[in-house]
């Protein structure tokens, strides 16, 4: 059925009754592709469609009771990031107050969002396609495939009863609980990929015992019953290393039979789930070494060494990458100060180079002073002065190929 031609006695109103059935058949439209747009309710049932590299904002109109039921489109069709902005205080989708909805995937050159209103200062996502992203929602719309995860730092911690799922650029991808609690979810190609044709094993320890089977090497400095090794029976479980009260005291867990071991001619994957307890006047050491060594300088005399580092107040409060081939040490710092919380440690180690990722993020990439002898697994906390320095592990994983 098409649409009627009415004939009426007066031209002008013909008109203005044909543009209406147009309207309602056909919608109507506004070019945002030039600039920010700003509408206004008499923009209700338009689609504004955005075709640019460049980023573009479409500001949403005040709004009050009589718009309610109205809706707006927008249409993403270029790289550049689309943000949709509130009024007021109205928010999209259960947002903030003013605040916005976004579309930054530069790829998801096919997206869309239709917006109704619901109340005086609500809208709602009615329909749409893309990731569309609150400050504090993701909502992945209409995906016939499987959808595309933006990386992203850790967001905020979900509301009770709810989770988060996201990426990293680590290109993992993570799971954040109402408690706050993030974990890794693991892939199979993370635990065994295959390079070549040269096999990979896998292994990930935690829980006091397992820790205890893993490190069978564990030494200590000092002398008096200050210092302990000890693990953990109450969740969650880890091993804690405290050292004695007299400077440069240290305690260390260390692979010394082999059960962590890299060549030099191997890829390695390895991460370690640590905890800061000594913040001041401490070196601790999270890695790989081709010895244990006096680890109370943050320079180990002819060591081999991959690994992260905390010396503070000798370097200062942030966590450094560290790379030495027996001779010269290459460290930087990751950005990130140590905090008495829980942190995932991660060396990936393949074709010259030795990335370091901290909370699932990249910080460093070191290409000069790479180890070149056999590495083992350490975990060593020194105390620069007269009193107690401490260290926990909760897990290690690794992945190296052989």
């Known amino acids: 059925m098409s649409k009627p031609d009415v004939t009426v006695g007066n031209a002008t109103k013909r008109s203005d009754f044909l543009n209406l059935v147009k309207f309602v058949s056909q919608g109507d439209y506004i070019d945002g592709s030039a600039g920010d747009t700003t509408l206004t309710t008499a923009d209700f049932g338009r689609t504004v469609i955005i075709n640019s590299a460049s980023a573009r904002a479409v500001y949403?109109?005040?709004?009050?009771?009589?718009?309610?039921?109205?809706?707006?489109?927008?249409?993403?069709?270029?790289?550049?990031?689309?943000?949709?902005?509130?009024?007021?205080?109205?928010?999209?989708?259960?947002?903030?107050?003013?605040?916005?909805?976004?579309?930054?995937?530069?790829?998801?050159?096919?997206?869309?969002?239709?917006?109704?209103l619901v109340s005086a200062t609500a809208w709602i996502i009615e329909a749409g396609m893309g990731s569309w992203k609150t400050s504090a929602n993701m909502f992945l719309l209409g995906y016939p495939d499987a959808p595309i995860l933006k990386q992203i730092s850790t967001p905020t911690t979900p509301a009770a009863g709810y989770d988060r799922f996201y990426s990293k650029t680590d290109k993992r991808v993570y799971h954040l609980n109402s408690d706050g609690i993030e974990s890794q979810l693991g892939l199979a190609a993370d635990a065994l990929p295959v390079m070549g044709s040269r096999r990979w094993a896998a292994m990930r320890v935690s829980g006091t015992a397992f820790l205890q089977s893993l490190f069978d090497g564990i030494d200590e400095g000092g002398g008096s019953a200050a210092g302990s090794t000890s693990f953990s029976s109450t969740l969650p479980h880890y091993a804690r290393l405290c050292t004695d009260d007299v400077n440069a005291d240290y305690r260390r867990f260390y692979s010394r039979n082999g059960s962590v071991l890299v060549t030099p001619a191997q890829n390695f994957d390895i991460t370690f789930r640590?905890?800061?307890?000594?913040?001041?006047?401490?070196?601790?050491?999270?890695?790989?070494?081709?010895?244990?060594?006096?680890?109370?300088?943050?320079?180990?005399?002819?060591?081999?060494?991959?690994?992260?580092r905390l010396s503070n107040p000798d370097v200062g409060a942030n966590i450094y990458a560290v790379t030495k081939d027996g001779t010269t040490i290459n460290a930087a710092s990751t950005g990130i100060p140590a905090a008495a919380a829980w942190f995932t440690l991660r060396l990936v180690g393949a074709a010259g180079q030795v990335e370091f990722y901290v909370n699932g993020t990249k910080t460093n990439t070191l290409t000069a002073n790479l180890p070149t002898s056999n590495l083992i697994a350490v975990v060593q906390v020194n105390t620069l002065t007269a009193a107690a320095a401490y260290l926990r592990l909760g897990s290690i994983s690794a992945v190296f190929n052989g």
């Open 60 to 116: 949403l109109p005040s709004v009050d009771t009589p718009q309610i039921g109205g809706w707006i489109k927008v249409v993403k069709l270029g790289a550049g990031a689309v943000t949709i902005d509130a009024a007021d205080a109205d928010t999209i989708n259960g947002g903030a107050a003013g605040g916005t909805l976004a579309n930054d995937v530069a790829g998801e050159t096919f997206a869309y969002v239709t917006l109704r």
């Open 274 to 308: 640590v905890q800061f307890e000594t913040l001041t006047n401490v070196n601790a050491w999270i890695g790989l070494s081709d010895a244990t060594f006096d680890g109370h300088t943050e320079n180990p005399v002819s060591r081999h060494l991959a690994l992260f």
